[in-house]
């Protein structure tokens, strides 16, 4: 009794236990290709270790708020906020880095937005990316 490994016409790879067949040679879905883009960053004061929160202008998508609950971490405080026209997503609410996300609701834009603090922690800096 052998085992083989065979790949069907789709790719999708198959394995057979004396002539038994297991695995679905199912098509793959097919992915949607986004072109995308790094904008100039967003630098501002950071918020103090467990202070008030800075806003941070996702234009043109929304904005949100971060705070720094503990030296070090970042956290979206509350919901982000979406203009009309987009939805958003914390992906990442908390840690040495969080991430936003905004989805277009007419289109297939996408807004990445990621904060963190600098080395020093005086600096919120958020890196912007936009996909169509």
Known sequence: ???????????AGLLSVAGVTMGAAATPAAAST??????????????APGGTAVTVTAAPSGSYRVTQPTAGVVAVSGTPVANTGWTQQATVPSGARLRVAYHSTTST???RYTSSLNSTRTKLITHVVFCS
């Open 109 to 111: 834009a996408l807004h």
């Open 1 to 11: 009794m052998g085992i083989r490994r065979t790949a069907a016409a789709t790719g």
């Open 34 to 47: 986004l072109t995308c883009a790094a904008q100039p960053s967003i630098v501002q004061s950071a918020p």
